[in-house]
């Protein structure tokens, strides 16, 4: 979109004072929240996806579709899978013993090559990580947060995964043993947190409130409130 | 989980003691060098999958590679790990980078 021509926008500007909201003496750039075009990644995705758009191979509407999917999945889907086990001792025997069905079940579809539930006990508590680049459900929880694929915590929540834990503001007890999944390869994990004291009689869609993306992922765990 | 014809009969069993290899393979590998060379236990059987170092460079990773969970010791693979000596670590590793090994080597005892 272009700007500066539309009438007489910087007219009654003094000198010094600044459309931008605020007023000082010196002279910077303006700060634009835009691409950065020089991104070799974005410039391969642009090239790409202007090339098959042009041959006819995907278009730019199927493209948008696409990308509406993918968004529209996240937390929530796993807060529901895991309310559901919560609530039906049935449906968690089959959730663990065959994840992918048991979630098709619910409606949702897994599509990485398949799911293993990692459930926490007084005795185990359960950390996923991938290492190596960024393996995530995504299929049923949407895209990863920014933290999880830094590298600060892809090397470090390998290594010393109670302190990780703790800057999140979680302390796992000494009797605890912690189990670090790395998800390096085609398997991806979802955490079934323990159901929180206090939660009795709760429907399901009071129970998926407490189960928030860090719980699914192992940095935190449900709390009633 | 059903197990291919060409790899039935050689699935390594759960409990199982293995080392993890240190193949020479450059570019893109699934075996994180924090494992290499380390004792583990194997935890199940995941399937067969194409060969995902094959698959980056286009070719069809066939045929099928088992994958397995290996569980190792937190004390083992890291050296003055802070945390209790019960703490674990569990990640995938292809056939190919796992040998056997016998019980005489260093024990990892606290993996189950």
């Known amino acids: 979109m272009s700007s500066g021509s539309s009438e007489g926008e910087n007219e009654h500007q003094k000198p010094g004072a600044s459309s931008h909201g605020h007023t000082h003496d010196h002279d910077h750039p303006v700060f634009q929240d835009d691409d950065d075009v020089s991104d070799p990644a974005l410039i391969r995705y642009r090239a790409i996806r202007s090339l098959l758009i042009e041959k006819g191979i995907l278009s730019a509407d199927e493209l948008r579709a696409a990308v509406e999917r993918m968004e529209s999945v996240g937390p929530h889907v796993g807060a529901d899978i895991v309310a559901h086990a919560w609530a039906d001792p049935a449906f968690h025997s089959r959730l663990v013993e065959s994840p992918k069905s048991a979630v098709a079940e619910l409606g949702y579809h897994v599509a990485e090559a398949d799911l293993i539930i990692v459930e926490n006990t007084p005795q185990v508590h359960n950390l996923i990580v991938c290492t190596l680049c960024s393996c995530y459900p995504r299929s049923i929880l949407g895209q990863p947060p920014a933290w999880y694929v830094s590298r600060s915590y892809r090397t470090r929540a390998v290594r010393e995964p109670r302190s990780v834990i703790a800057e999140f503001g979680l302390q796992i007890s000494s009797d605890c043993e912690v189990r670090v999944h790395d998800s390096n390869a085609d398997m991806r994990y979802l955490v079934l947190p323990m159901r929180p004291e206090g939660t009795d009689g709760w429907d399901r869609d009071r129970l998926s409130q407490l189960v928030t993306r860090d719980c699914l992922i192992g940095t935190a765990v449900p709390q009633a409130k | ?112």
Not at chain 2, 48 to 77: C, H, I, K, T
């Open chain 2, 1 to 112: 989980m059903t197990i291919p014809d060409d790899v039935s009969g050689k699935v390594r069993k759960p409990g199982s003691r293995v080392r993890i290899r240190d193949l020479p393979i450059d570019g893109h590998y699934r075996a994180p060098h924090y494992v290499r060379n380390q004792i583990g236990r194997i935890e199940r059987y995941c399937g067969a999958f194409p060969n995902p170092e094959r698959l980056a460079y286009g070719e069809d990773g066939l045929p099928a590679v088992p994958l397995y969970r290996v569980r190792f010791a937190q004390r083992e693979l890291w050296p003055g790990y802070q945390g209790s000596k019960h703490d674990t670590l569990e990640l995938e590793v292809y056939e190919h980078w796992l040998e056997d090994c016998p019980a005489d080597e260093k024990d990892n005892k606290d993996v189950t």
